[in-house]
T-cell receptor, first 112, second 114 residues
Framework: GNSVTQMEGPVTLSEEAFLTINCTYT??????LFWYVQYPGEGLQLLLK?????DKGSNKGFEATYRKETTSFHLEKGSVQVSDSAVYFC???????????FGKGTRLHILP | NAGVTQTPKFQVLKTGQSMTLQCAQD?????MYWYRQDPGMGLRLIYY???????DKGEVPNGYNVSRLNKREFSLRLESAAPSQTSVYFC?????????????FGPGTRLLVL
């Protein structure tokens, strides 16, 4: 079946460090891929997305590239801030009519 | 636009009590979802509604019922609450026409069952 696997956390980094959160997926066809972010006490909100192979999604300094050959969608940021501390969820959907499947989330702590 | 709203924000129940979690969206979306979020488990889909008048079970439907009252509202009912239902509950909605695939989430309801 379709699934998303992301690295377990928590991930703890110092401010201005480089961030990578790994995400791999299993899906039939050509899914759309997403990263959602959940700040403390809030619901999830879309961070970025990519709808086809080799697309790069980007927002707020975060980037992720849809790699079909490695079935991956790793999240990266060149210089993290304390305000980036949150839980990050990788997700996929096979089509606009299908459910969105979420990974288990990765908690990120950024130390000042 | 308020987006997706949920009430209540917090609730404490005793085992065996019933309650209904309310969710409404003002984005004219067709699909609506209920999830629960537990530590280390990520998000688990309880029920969803692809359109007004239809509902389907998700991954963990036992102990819950839902009603898609109209296009805007999708409620989740616990008939006889159990401590295992202590969780944070999120409602979400999504437009599934055209190229719009993004899901929008409410702020959550924190439920404690004693």
């Amino acid at each position: 079946g379709n699934s998303v696997t992301q690295m377990e956390g928590p991930v703890t980094l110092s401010e201005e460090a480089f961030l990578t959160i790994n995400c791999t997926y299993t899906a039939t066809g050509y899914p759309s891929l997403f990263w959602y972010v959940q700040y403390p006490g809030e619901g999830l909100q879309l961070l970025l997305k990519a709808t086809k192979a080799d697309d790069k999604g980007s927002n707020k300094g975060f980037e992720a590239t849809y790699r079909k050959e490695t079935t991956s969608f790793h999240l990266e940021k060149g210089s993290v801030q304390v305000s980036d501390s949150a839980v990050y969820f990788c997700a996929l959907t096979r089509s606009r009519d299908d459910k969105i499947i979420f990974g288990k989330g990765t908690r990120l702590h950024i130390l000042p | 636009n308020a987006g997706v709203t949920q009430t209540p924000k917090f609730q404490v129940l005793k085992t065996g009590q019933s309650m209904t979690l309310q969710c409404a969206q003002d984005m004219n979306h067709n699909s609506m979802y209920w999830y629960r979020q537990d530590p280390g488990m990520g998000l688990r889909l309880i029920y969803y509604s692809a359109s007004e008048g239809t509902t389907d079970k998700g991954e963990v439907p036992n102990g819950y019922n839902v009603s898609r009252l109209n296009k805007r509202e999708f409620s989740l009912r616990l008939e006889s609450a159990a401590p295992s239902q202590t969780s944070v509950y999120f409602c979400a909605s999504r437009e599934n026409r055209g190229t719009q695939e993004t899901q929008y989430f409410g702020p959550g309801t924190r439920l404690l069952v004693l």
